[in-house]
């Protein structure tokens, strides 16, 4: 944790939830209560068709709801694609950019990541860029580098630190129940913390928001929310469960 900034937990459904699931939304909202509300800032990122109606469930409960990605193009003739301005319009606050599912299964390079952070920030949604390395680069002993030159290819400049969020995700991690080390999460997150200061400036990187994602479970969300520069999570199994989101929102607000 960095004691001077409010620690996100943001929820990444991807692409499961139907309209029952919406029950989800609400009963994380009913378990938002006062001590967490005051720790703790919540967002909830469902399938685009679900964005909509999440958002109107969850007004005056204080917790955001963003997209899970978004087209680099304004409008026109773009078929199957969602705008960022969509987003917005349906009530979002986020757009997560560059998630390694998208890197990976869509071929999303760094610049194609940098523009849709790009577009995002143009509809005025805080995009939540996503970096992290693959098992062979960790054992080739390139984490560190790698995920470098994904900051720098795929971070706007001249965000300031309200407008922007880091998420470091090990592609292992996600999805297996396998977690990094406290020593190689601090590792990393130090290092992109510096990494940020040459994109945006040391007092915005100062203040940005870099998020765990990888597997974070109420059983490990303790340990890897106090590693040092870890400023919340991003959730994605344990996020469709409102009682394990809600333990983890716990463990983030100590
Ligand atoms: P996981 O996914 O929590 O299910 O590992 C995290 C993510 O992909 O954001």
């Known amino acids: 944790m960095t004691r001077s900034i409010r620690p996100l937990v943001a929820g990444n459904w991807k692409m499961n939830g139907l309209k029952a699931d919406l029950a989800i939304a609400t009963e994380v909202a009913r378990g938002y209560d006062a001590a967490l509300k005051a720790a703790v800032d919540l967002a909830i990122c469902p399938p685009a068709t679900l964005l909509f109606p999440a958002s109107a469930a969850l007004i005056g409960s204080r917790i955001a709801t963003g997209g899970q990605d978004c087209s680099v193009q304004p409008s026109g003739a773009f078929t199957g694609e969602v705008s960022a301005a969509m987003l917005a319009d349906a009530g979002a606050a986020f757009c997560i950019v560059g998630h390694s599912e998208r890197r990976t ?31 062979e680069e960790r054992e080739a002993g390139k984490a560190l580098a790698v995920v470098r030159k994904q900051l720098k290819g795929s971070v706007p400049e001249g965000l300031d630190a309200a407008s922007l969020v880091i998420a470091y995700e090990p592609v292992w991690a996600i999805g297996t129940g396998l977690t990094p080390t406290a020593d ?61 989101f809600l333990a983890i929102a716990r463990a983030c607000a100590g």
């Open 105 to 135: 299964l869509h071929g999303e390079g760094n610049a194609t990541v940098r523009a849709k952070a790009e577009a995002a920030r143009k509809a005025l949604l805080v995009p939540i860029i996503c970096v992290g390395e693959t098992r």
């Open 184 to 244: 190689d999460v601090a590792e990393m997150h130090a290092s992109i913390r510096w990494d940020l200061a040459r994109i945006v400036g040391k007092a915005a990187a100062a203040g940005v928001r870099l998020l765990y994602g990888g597997s974070v479970k109420p059983s490990n969300a303790a340990e890897l929310m106090n590693v040092a520069n870890v400023d919340g999570a991003l959730v994605g199994g344990a996020s469709l469960k409102a009682e394990e």
